[in-house]
């Protein structure tokens, strides 16, 4: 065996750890899921005797009668809205807020880039309290404005912090240019900055949209009528209703889980670029 032959074996033993460990925890990722969707096609009692194995008679009453409710459809409907809503608007205010503190230097700069950053040190549930009462005295509660407003001031600490990385990386001359050929500030960050800045924003609206989707507490705060609950708290109240219906609960929570699943495996891709490029490029 040739000194080649031995630094493919050699770095194969390597990186050997890291895949068992990667194998291992995807398996406590994707365990619950799998046990999940195979409980949907069973009943109460097959559940209960055979929990982990394949269902003897593979029922989708579960799964249909979720599907033909109305009220399923209606917080997908909400759930989707809110989460649009709340990405086009904290990527917006984000892209513009990361390109002046990319591009522009000014006094205090870093200092207000500072409290942006500053917001990732308060969690969502120490704030509650207070975002209660300023959206109860703004007469935004049962509003989605009052759930959009709040996620976007949440997520826009994070957001800007990844596309300023993104927007500092770009070349100066590249703005140079633009600015030599009557390019507006503004003209080059519409139409020059933010093409080329596709991958992190993609990265910030997936992140954005799969944080909203998942939100539970928010919701729950802001709503108290149920035409507009969103799907987590349609879980609560559907476990509720069937508490002793355990397979009918799993198809809702598969069925729930679907749309944000299809949609992150879609763009992780893109998740990943992005986040390594706002990482090593700014």
């Known amino acids: 065996m040739n000194h080649r032959t031995r630094r493919p074996l050699k770095r194969r033993r390597n990186t050997l750890p890291l895949h068992v460990i990667a194998v291992i925890v995807g398996a406590f990722m994707v365990a619950p899921v799998i046990y999940a969707l195979l409980g949907g096609f069973k009943d109460n009692s097959e559940l209960s005797e055979n929990p ?17 409710s109305g009220a399923f459809w209606r917080q997908v409907w909400n759930s989707t809205f809110i989460a649009v809503a709340t990405t086009v608007l904290t990527v917006a205010v984000s892209a513009l807020a990361g390109f002046v503190f990319a591009r522009f230097a000014f006094r ?93 924003i993609a990265t910030v609206s997936v992140l954005a949209i799969v944080g909203s989707w998942n939100n539970f507490m928010l919701p729950l705060v802001v709503f108290s009528e149920e ?56």
């Open 52 to 68: 982990f194995g394949l269902p003897e008679a593979w029922i989708t009453a579960n799964y249909t009668d979720v599907l033909a």
């Open 108 to 200: 205090g700069r870093e200092l207000f880039f500072m409290l942006f950053t500053a917001g990732l040190m308060f969690p969502f549930a120490v704030a509650i309290l207070p975002i209660f009462v300023l959206l109860r005295t703004l007469g935004l509660l049962d509003s989605p404005l009052g759930v959009i407003l709040t996620q976007a001031a949440f997520g826009l600490p994070l957001t800007i912090i990844i596309l300023r990385g993104f927007f500092r990386s770009i070349p100066g001359e590249i703005e140079e240019a633009a600015t030599i050929d009557g390019c507006s500030p503004f003209g080059f960050f519409w139409r020059i900055l933010l093409p080329m800045a596709r991958p992190a």
């Open 227 to 282: 035409a507009s609950w969103t799907l987590p708290l349609g879980i609560q109240q559907f476990q509720g209703q069937y508490a002793s219906d355990t397979a009918r609960i799993l198809a809702f929570l598969i069925l729930a889980m679907v749309p944000a699943l299809g949609f992150y495996a879609i763009a992780e891709r893109h998740l990943v670029g992005g986040l390594t490029a706002g990482a090593t490029k700014g």
